[in-house]
């Protein structure tokens, strides 16, 4: 079982930047694959980006590639979202996602493909 915690949402301005970041509970995190998903009104939640493990791999959606950076810090915990030239269109509420097994190699991106949910964190981007 594993609890996920997002923060650095807000508001910003166009062409600005934000860092989200997703701290979890539980001991055996470092083995699960993360991802970010966001929401906005009116549509369903999407894919963002992802991150195996051990932090080999990661995947991004296209409209984020060049601008969002996925890591992780196995030894806090903590799996990170830096957004950089944000636009408007990325204004949405933010969620972490994290599934317990993982095959080497493997990509998740749909929403039922994990197993664990934080609560999610506002992004505002204004133009």
């Known amino acids: 079982q594993v609890q996920l915690a997002e923060s650095g949402g807000g508001p910003v301005q166009a062409g600005g930047s934000l860092r989200l970041s997703c701290a979890a509970s539980?001991?055996?995190?470092?083995?699960?694959?993360t991802g970010w998903f966001r929401q906005a009104p009116g549509k369903e939640r999407e894919f963002v980006a992802a991150i195996s493990p051990a932090a080999i791999s990661t995947w991004y959606e296209d409209s984020v590639k060049g601008r969002f950076t996925i890591s992780r810090d196995n030894a806090k915990n903590t799996v990170y979202l830096q957004m950089n030239s944000l636009k408007p269109e990325d204004t949405a509420v933010y969620y972490c996602?994290?599934?317990?097994?993982?095959?080497?190699?493997?990509?998740?991106?749909?929403?039922?493909?994990?197993?664990?949910w934080g609560q999610g964190t506002q992004v505002t981007v204004s133009s």
């Open positions: 539980g001991r055996t995190f470092s083995k699960y694959y």
């Open positions: 996602a994290s599934r317990a097994t993982y095959y080497s190699g493997a990509y998740y991106a749909k929403a039922y493909d994990f197993d664990y």
